[in-house]
């Protein structure tokens, strides 16, 4: 028994003749969802990946000779099942050792073996969930550019054994990357109305907030509470005297500068992020493009910046930019400060 790793040098020659007709970015656009993952698989092993939105599981499931695309729905139904052919040649959700080998499976296949190579297009239909499967057309099936959902899967690299000659040979590796699109499902229009919904409560400025950081003093004639983070609060014990705090986003009327605004047990209030440095690093600059923030309980984390992080006295803030760099705000006994937790 012989075996043997394959690296996919000339897949873009392979799927050129293919790609024009199922030519798709592999992004959302308006009504469609999208998936792309690039992952491997080796061994007995299934490959299984669930996708929240629409409630599917893209599987490789494992074949004798290779492995089988299938997209589950929640039941179990294969939703790639109309695929053609769906006989006599091998489907293109069938990807086998042999594909790859010539007849006689003592080199690589130059064109004797009818199979897929590496590029496996499929097609689906969120359609057949609860319908107990497809009845078979004369036509054999439907075309992938012709279904609702279309997938594309590229091998970028293999694995094949029982490379003997007269075997038939069978992969025992994949590296591979899968895109699919399709059309926005009702679960997943649901979920974004409920995400949606969530949001709105999430960014409310209702006049009980409004109240509450009025007792603490915050001037209205100066400032006012906007929901440039979500949520537009954040509640906390940051000065350890087993209180309840709380801390909004504001920004100054007068120029739409953007900073944070501390109430301690609906007393006393501190406006931070407007003037004067902060720490060793923070500079008011920085609250302007910042778009998250959360809560820090526990100890501070080891910082990018190599000093040792602060001994927090209770609770802290994070703010941070996405996909980039955060700091810790917290209370020091006299004042706020900041600990830059890098990128």
């Given at each position: 028994m012989r075996f043997i790793k394959l690296l996919s040098a000339g897949i873009a020659a392979l799927c050129a003749p293919l790609a024009p007709a199922f030519a798709q970015k592999c992004e959302p656009a308006e009504g469609r969802s999208a998936y792309f993952v690039e992952r491997e698989v080796a061994g007995?092993?299934?490959?299984?990946?669930?996708?929240?939105?629409?409630?599917?599981?893209?599987?490789?499931?494992?074949?004798?000779?290779?492995w089988d695309i299938r997209l589950n729905d929640e039941n179990g139904l294969d939703l790639t099942q109309m695929t053609p052919p769906l006989r006599g040649a091998p489907n293109p959700r069938e990807i086998y050792g042999w594909h790859f080998r010539n007849a006689g499976n003592t080199g690589?296949?130059?064109?004797?073996?009818?199979?897929?190579?590496?590029?496996?297009?499929?097609?689906?239909?969120?359609?057949?969930?609860?319908t107990g499967g497809y009845r078979p057309n004369a036509a054999g099936g439907v075309a992938p550019e012709n279904q609702p959902g279309r997938g594309a899967l590229t091998i970028k690299d293999m694995g094949l054994a029982d490379l003997d000659?007269?075997?038939?040979?069978?992969?025992?590796?994949?590296?591979?990357?899968?895109?699919?699109?399709?059309?926005?499902?009702?679960?997943?229009?649901?979920?974004?109305?409920?995400?949606?919904?969530?949001?709105?409560?999430?960014?409310?400025?209702?006049p009980e907030l409004i109240e509450m950081m009025d007792s603490c003093g915050l001037d209205y004639e100066m400032y006012q509470i906007t929901p440039y983070l979500t949520p537009v609060e954040l509640g906390g014990d940051f000065d350890a005297d087993d209180a309840h705090d709380q801390v909004v986003p504001i920004i100054r009327k007068a120029d739409g500068k953007r900073g944070l605004f501390f109430c301690r047990a609906l007393t006393y209030g501190d406006v931070v992020g407007m003037t004067g440095r902060m720490g060793a690093h923070l500079t008011p600059a920085y609250f302007d493009s910042i778009d998250w923030w959360a809560l820090h309980t526990g100890p501070a984390r080891q910082g990018a910046g190599g000093t040792p992080p602060p001994a927090l006295k209770g609770d802290a803030v994070t703010i941070g930019k996405e996909g980039a760099s955060s700091v810790l705000i917290y209370w020091t006994g006299s004042e706020y400060s900041s600990y830059w937790q890098g990128d």
């Open positions: 007995n092993r299934d490959f299984n990946e669930y996708l929240e939105g629409p409630g599917w599981t893209f599987q490789l499931k494992r074949a004798p000779h290779g690589p296949n130059t064109g004797d073996v009818n199979a897929p190579q590496h590029l496996r297009l499929f097609g689906f239909d969120p359609a057949l969930s609860g000659e007269g075997e038939k040979a069978r992969l025992n590796y994949l590296k591979f990357n899968v895109c699919m699109t399709w059309p926005k499902t009702q679960r997943e229009h649901q979920m974004e109305a409920a995400d949606a919904a969530e949001m709105t409560e999430l960014r409310k400025v209702t």
